[in-house]
């Protein structure tokens, strides 16, 4: 499928589904993490693609979200059995894969981490995960804006530290998942902190 294709039917997979408002923040989402991409020189389209499909998840419930985890074997996290909405970045990818026929690894993996990232992370999975934060789907701007955005688009690599760090120390983490746990230790360890 041509990319303004996938695109249009995106949007309208959040509009029919009635989630104006996640459509409203994964477009959003879509300009910083295409920003992010050109710094970064990353390919603009797989960019815009994941981040716009990055929440596509919510036109499931977190109950139906389990249950389609249970149903696909999938292992699950102590974080994602407790708290179910966890789930919606696999789920995500799930519904990119089989519903928009999304095959790119780079477009499917930067969904399926855009909450907690992963360890060796790669640069689609940064920026989507960075381009989520700066964008968050909150009112106002989230506390750590500035900073982040300002390192962002110095080095993907200590963004995300930062922003893993600033959660960590601010106790923000429902229950913390094993993913953002390993991304976070072996940022620390590449990056010498
Ligand atoms: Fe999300
Ligand atoms: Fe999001």
Not at 34 to 53: Q, R, Y
Not at 91 to 116: M, Q, W, Y
Not at 163 to 181: A, C, K, S, V
Request: aromatic letters at 10%; glycine letters at 2%; proline letters at 4%.
């Amino acid at each position: 499928m041509e990319d303004c294709r996938i695109i249009e039917l995106i949007k309208k997979t959040y509009m029919d589904a009635h989630k104006p408002k996640t459509l409203k923040h994964v477009e959003a989402v879509a300009d910083t993490a295409v920003w992010l991409a050109g710094v970064h020189h990353l390919d603009h389209a797989k960019t815009e693609t994941a981040a716009l499909l990055h929440d596509i998840s919510v036109i499931l419930t977190p109950q139906q979200m389990y249950e389609l985890a249970i149903e696909r074997n999938m292992t699950m996290d102590p974080a994602e059995e407790k708290y179910h909405f966890l789930l919606h970045q696999r789920i995500s990818k799930l519904i990119a894969l089989e519903r928009f026929g999304i095959t790119d690894p780079d477009i499917l993996n930067a969904v399926e981490c855009h909450t907690t990232l992963k360890k060796n992370a790669g640069p689609y999975d940064q920026v989507v995960f960075i381009a989520d934060k700066i964008s968050w789907d909150q009112e106002g701007q989230p506390p750590y804006y500035e900073t982040l955005k300002q390192l962002a688009a110095e080095s993907l690599d200590q963004s995300c530290y930062f922003y893993i760090r600033y959660q960590f120390d601010h106790n923000l983490l429902l229950m913390p998942h094993q993913w953002i746990m390993e991304a976070y230790q072996e940022l620390k360890t590449r990056l010498g902190m």
